[in-house]
């Protein structure tokens, strides 16, 4: 999955809209940009959000 793919469905399941790498050019893609500008409620929401968005995808693995 392209990191745009995976900045579509964290939107569409987790609610939290990030950065697709490939937006910053070719060797951006398998990344994601987060910005953390919310509170700490909310970024925590978000991250509660995020990985069980990640615990469903089997095939989801971190670069680097």
Known sequence: MGS???SKQLLANAKV???P???FGE???GYVRFSLIENEHR?????RGIKQ???K???IH???
């Open 4 to 6: 745009l793919e995976f």
């Open 53 to 55: 968005f990640l615990s």
């Open 21 to 23: 790498g490939i937006g």
């Open 27 to 29: 060797y951006g893609e």
């Open 43 to 47: 970024t925590r929401q978000a991250i």
């Open 57 to 59: 995808k089997k095939n």
């Open 62 to 64: 971190a670069i680097g």
């Open 17 to 19: 809209a990030v950065s």
